[in-house]
């Protein structure tokens, strides 16, 4: 294909600019909507919600900084026999009912930023054994994983559990862990009042869940008018504009403190990516277009040649032919929005297992900057201890910390803050029992983002008789 000159490209991006704006327009008309009470505002003080975030002034902001903070990155060697794997944990495929996404395309995204394991939990079917038919084994260097988002879990059984869809979510974990799989606890929104023994762990970021509570963003995803006139922000920022909805998961993190106090849980994050936000318009029968959300459903049907000067349909177009797409949650932006990075000396499934097990983990808003390197430790007695190692409380026992960013560092014990200091490195001494864990916040566009979350260390009294169960 012979590359578009600088004057090709200006006459393209007018006549799609024009095309936007009378598609905007046509739809504004069908639908009975005004523009201005769905497209992002421009005002200053608008909220700082996710549709506040949506416009071009406060994207580019976001966009400098990430820039910058990717200037000022250093990479660390980590030390010890432990290499990291960046894992997407809650990946749904085409097996499930509301994606279309091939493993083709998957792993491709999961190559492009930086992923090792995808860990997929699609929605169970009669037609399909998600364990046997599920995707795994090693596909262009990335571990796939096949596993189900059911009864409130994510579940990663080491076999068929085929037959047991009816068993209570208690019952159901307890198969699958009683067959060496891993379950965690999945939308604690959901479920902040559920306690089931057993569980490997438990979400501690969901985007889901982060993007349920954007009420504007959702009422407007909802509008076609809407993604076609954000759909121009999508593609100049699709990584800032995906992300928009990143909050601090506070409530899930006061929970996730709760659990681990009755017991250690593994702390995940969960990308629950689907690819199933955009809008479609291709060629209909009878000289329509047809105007359809991401899975093909269909919303409106328009006159073609309401569209002809400015959305030309080709002289051979076949009925179907896409016209028009705009996709604003691709897996590539999904993926690198956040992952769980997990500490293994190989990539197989028995080490994603131990590490899964042990807590070995911590979680990383990648989207801002590259995590890789993040190290934290326990050292007592000469020795060194991983995250979510249980340990004696002892007059030398710390926490020592590095990352490729300075930034915030937050002591978290018991759900409390402790302490905080920044920089690029941290040390704390630990002086009494408690679950220690630590948040690092980097500042992106002049505001305070979550970036790095930890799993715990278990610090108890010595001879204490009280050591929590695993």
């Avoid at 090792?116 to 995707?135: K, N, W």
């Avoid at 560092?409 to 409390?416: D, S, V």
Wanted: hydrophobic share 40%; aromatic share 8%.
């Amino acid at each position: 294909m012979t590359p578009l000159n600088s004057s090709h490209r200006n006459w393209l991006t007018w006549h799609l600019s024009r095309a936007l704006a009378l598609v905007v327009a046509i739809l504004s008309t069908v639908l009975h909507v005004d523009a201005q009470d769905v497209l992002p505002p421009s005002r200053p003080g608008a909220a700082d919600d996710a549709f506040g975030r949506l416009t071009a002034e406060r994207l580019e902001a976001v966009h400098q900084s990430l820039v910058m903070l990717k200037s000022q990155r250093r990479d660390l060697v980590r030390p010890g026999p432990l290499r990291e794997y960046r894992a997407n944990l809650h990946v749904h495929s085409g097996l499930s009912h509301d994606s279309r996404g091939t493993i083709d395309e998957i792993v491709a995204a999961a190559k492009t930023v930086g992923t090792h394991v995808l860990m997929f939990t699609e929605h169970p079917a009669e037609h399909y054994d998600f364990y046997r038919d599920g995707h795994q084994g090693v596909q262009d260097g990335v571990l796939l994983v096949p596993g189900a988002e059911t009864k409130g879990l994510l579940a990663f059984p080491r076999e068929s559990v085929r037959g047991h869809e009816s068993a209570p979510a208690q019952d159901f974990s307890d198969l699958v862990r009683g067959r060496e799989g891993l379950t965690f606890l999945s939308h604690l929104e959901e479920r902040m009042d559920w306690e089931l023994r057993g569980l490997t762990g438990v979400e501690i970021y969901n985007t889901h869940a982060d993007f349920k509570d954007e009420k504007r963003l959702a009422a407007s995803l909802r509008n076609p008018l809407w993604l076609v006139g954000a759909s121009d922000l999508f593609r100049r920022y699709p990584q800032e504009a995906f992300s928009a909805l990143h909050d601090y998961p506070a409530a899930y993190l006061r929970r996730y403190d709760e659990l681990c106090q009755r017991t250690p849980h593994t702390g995940i994050s969960a990308n629950d990516a689907h690819q199933n936000v955009g809008l479609i318009i291709r060629l209909a029968e009878g000289g329509k277009v047809r105007v359809e959300d991401a899975l093909g459903a269909k919303l409106l049907e328009l006159d073609a040649s309401v569209l002809a000067a400015l959305l030309p349909v080709p002289k051979n177009a076949k009925v179907g032919t896409v016209l028009f797409r705009a996709r604003l949650d691709p897996y590539e932006c999904s993926l690198r929005h956040v992952g769980t990075h997990l500490l293994m000396k190989e990539l197989t499934t028995d080490a994603v297992w131990d590490a899964l097990n042990s807590g070995r983990a911590f979680v990383a808003f990648d989207w801002i900057a590259d995590s890789t390197g993040f190290d934290l430790a326990a050292e007592t007695a000469g020795k060194r201890y991983e995250m979510g190692s249980r340990l004696d409380l002892a007059a030398d026992l710390r926490l020592a910390g590095r990352a490729p960013l300075a930034g915030q560092w937050k002591l978290i014990r018991n759900g409390n803050l402790l302490a905080e200091a920044g920089g690029s490195a941290y040390e704390a001494r630990l002086t009494e029992p408690g679950n220690y864990r630590i948040e690092l916040w980097l500042e992106v566009a002049e505001q305070p983002r979550i970036w790095i979350l930890s799993n715990p260390f278990y610090v108890e009294a010595r001879g204490s008789k009280s050591r929590l169960p695993r």
